[in-house]
């Protein structure tokens, strides 16, 4: 830890290795800096990549671990020249918390990209403190006013927060594929992503189709602004589907077979990957091939494009469905997430879970 | 075969089997009809597709099978109302001989992309003569006026046949692709496709990078336009280009690493594959998300694009480095196809194998 940035310890929540739960602890938070947001977390969303760095999944986990990046708070304290934030406001924190600021994809905007690479909230590299980021499940964060987002008016807070995560990362590829009226788009997958895929997608004016691999799912998803539903395990279903695709969101983080979408695509049609699986997957060359058809695959947004999606989610109404839990609940609702079953997304009430 | 269509018998050369040589034999060209342009074949390339399709690498073949879609001749009779050639015109056909002329990707113009699918040159289905279609190892082929493409003066004729399967092929996506200056751009593998990858993507002004895995190619590379040559088995090397290209032009069609070329792709480039493995190819998601980048498949282009493209070459003076053969070496030339023994593409001398 460098001896020029001040710290304080806050309540927080950590695992401290890969088969640990999580439990009760104090970690760092600096002293505020000049451009610096202190925030009092509300509310923090479960997202599937806390529970995959938690248990290493991915590898390069650093531990002690403080997870969450769909945070939810109210202003605590400002830096002397934060300008955007007050002490009372409510205001978000998603995945990032800082980047260079000088790479192209930076200058661009698109901070998300950043090739230094951006620093996640937790997991990632504190410069100030020359420790790991940590993340929500802690009572506050300390966050450059630039990586803060506010919250509009009218949005229910808890919802909300998964919005910081699961929200940008189907808006993202949804906006800058410019999915809109007149398109048929797919979402494949209906969970933590897939369900806001879905929401957004309709909002868009698109004709919406879900994939799914349970029939226990078609109802829901239909509410959810679904106009077709397709059980993907059907392989004479999809068939009625060849090419005919703009888009598709693919938000299923296990292994699965793509050519089976890519063959639905359009010519010049996308299927992209938000979900995440760990292991790679095979594609037939002649899918691609035969229609100039694209797989591609995006992470979340830049901090412009954040904010974007928080203000379109006021003014269409759009929040996760979310289940809500205490700290205690946690390392239960991880079980519960392997399994699929959360409708869906869990947030955790850190108020609460201080009694 | 329908009775309803004269036919005369011409010389070709096709295999009867997936493990069969090409020999001399004598297939049905029908009578002209209205829009027909006859074309008496001057030459013939030899397309690593040729080879696939008679050894029934991809399955489907119909034999006997006559291969030939990179043709160039002098047109010997026309039809009633053939408006753009007259006898005695150089003409060429490449990889298609119709289309259904009314789905969304022939109305588009594209009819490459034909969902009917397009008729191929050869081994697709002739609907006038309900038999397979035949290529252009033969003395003549009659194909509709529409899917009849004119050779610009100053093209070297032989040099040009290879244009209307490797050279479209490879245009196609860099204008797709807005391939311009101030771009980089990469072509993967120096064969048939990738020579005239590089030609191109060096006329319209890119700074071209070709990935190779023989040393010795190095030299012909920067002959043949690329300002810098990477060896992609040093990883090292590879490593030096993370992030940094616009796009990237595959035209390999054996196994390789996809990942490795995702990596060195900016955020949103394209890596695009022309060539064909045969199998699936393993994609890492997570090369795909960290840049928003694409995979992308491409085919051959539609009329207009081949005939633009043609006038490009013209322009450009761009024609493939050839090696004449004649008919009696062909099935040589196709042993030395699967060694890569060519510089860069075999075309046959139709003329002077029937002497």
């Given at each position: 830890?460098?001896?020029?940035?001040?710290?304080?310890?806050?309540?927080?929540?950590?695992?401290?290795?890969?088969?640990?739960?999580?439990?009760?602890?104090?970690?760092?938070?600096?002293?505020?800096?000049?451009?610096?947001?202190?925030?009092?977390?509300?509310?923090?969303?479960?997202?599937?990549?806390?529970?995959?760095?938690?248990?290493?999944?991915?590898k390069?986990?650093?531990?002690?671990?403080?997870?969450?990046?769909?945070?939810?708070?109210?202003?605590?304290?400002?830096?002397?020249?934060?300008?955007?934030?007050?002490?009372?406001?409510?205001?978000?924190?998603?995945?990032?918390?800082?980047?260079?600021?000088?790479?192209?994809?930076?200058?661009?905007?698109?901070?998300?990209?950043?090739?230094?690479?951006?620093?996640?909230?937790?997991?990632?590299?504190?410069?100030?403190?020359?420790?790991?980021?940590?993340?929500?499940?802690?009572?506050?964060?300390?966050?450059?006013?630039?990586?803060?987002?506010?919250i509009?008016?009218?949005?229910?807070?808890?919802?909300?927060?998964?919005?910081?995560?699961?929200?940008?990362?189907?808006?993202?590829?949804?906006?800058?594929?410019?999915?809109?009226?007149?398109?048929?788009?797919?979402?494949?997958?209906?969970?933590?992503?897939?369900?806001?895929?879905?929401?957004?997608?309709?909002?868009?004016?698109?004709?919406?189709?879900?994939?799914?691999?349970?029939?226990?799912?078609?109802?829901?998803?239909?509410?959810?602004?679904?106009?077709?539903?397709?059980?993907?395990?059907?392989?004479?279903?999809?068939?009625?589907?060849?090419?005919t695709?703009?888009?598709?969101?693919?938000?299923?983080?296990?292994?699965?077979?793509?050519?089976?979408?890519?063959?639905?695509?359009?010519?010049?049609?996308?299927?992209?990957?938000?979900?995440?699986?760990?292991?790679?997957?095979?594609?037939?060359?002649?899918?691609?091939?035969?229609?100039?058809?694209?797989?591609?695959?995006?992470?979340?947004?830049?901090?412009?494009?954040t904010?974007?999606?928080?203000?379109?989610?006021?003014?269409?109404?759009?929040?996760?469905?979310?289940e809500?839990?205490?700290?205690?609940q946690?390392?239960?609702?991880?079980?519960?997430?392997l399994?699929?079953?959360?409708?869906?997304?869990?947030?955790?009430?850190?108020?609460?879970?201080?009694?």
């Amino acid at each position: 830890m460098t001896t020029s940035v001040k710290t304080k310890l806050v309540d927080a929540f950590s695992a401290k290795d890969a088969s640990a739960s999580l439990e009760a602890t104090k970690i760092p938070r600096r002293d505020l800096l000049a451009d610096d947001v202190e925030i009092e977390i509300l509310f923090s969303g479960v997202c599937h990549s806390d529970l995959h760095q938690v248990r290493n999944d991915w590898k390069g986990t650093t531990y002690p671990i403080v997870p969450g990046h769909e945070i939810v708070g109210k202003v605590s304290a400002v830096g002397s020249e934060v300008k955007n934030f007050k002490v009372g406001d409510i205001a978000a924190v998603g995945t990032m918390v800082d980047s260079c600021g000088t790479c192209q994809n930076c200058l661009d905007g698109i901070e998300s990209y950043c090739l230094a690479p951006a620093t996640q909230t937790y997991n990632g590299h504190d410069k100030h403190l020359n420790c790991p980021t940590y993340g929500g499940y802690s009572d506050s964060i300390v966050v450059r006013e630039k990586f803060v987002l506010s919250i509009p008016e009218g949005l229910d807070l808890a919802g909300a927060a998964p919005l910081l995560c699961a929200g940008i990362t189907t808006y993202s590829p949804l906006k800058h594929w410019k999915v809109g009226k007149g398109q048929k788009v797919g979402v494949v997958g209906l969970g933590g992503l897939g369900h806001l895929g879905v929401k957004f997608a309709r909002a868009l004016g698109a004709h919406v189709v879900l994939f799914t691999t349970s029939p226990s799912k078609i109802e829901d998803a239909k509410k959810l602004g679904a106009h077709e539903v397709v059980l993907s395990k059907n392989a004479d279903e999809m068939q009625k589907h060849t090419s005919t695709f703009d888009f598709i969101l693919d938000c299923v983080s296990a292994d699965h077979d793509l050519d089976a979408y890519l063959n639905l695509l359009k010519r010049d049609g996308t299927h992209c990957i938000v979900g995440a699986p760990a292991n790679p997957q095979p594609v037939s060359v002649f899918s691609l091939i035969t229609g100039r058809r694209n797989l591609a695959g995006s992470g979340t947004g830049g901090m412009q494009e954040t904010q974007e999606m928080l203000e379109f989610c006021a003014q269409n109404k759009i929040v996760s469905e979310v289940e809500m839990i205490e700290m205690s609940q946690v390392n239960d609702s991880y079980e519960r997430l392997l399994k699929q079953d959360v409708k869906y997304r869990f947030v955790i009430d850190m108020k609460k879970s201080k009694k």
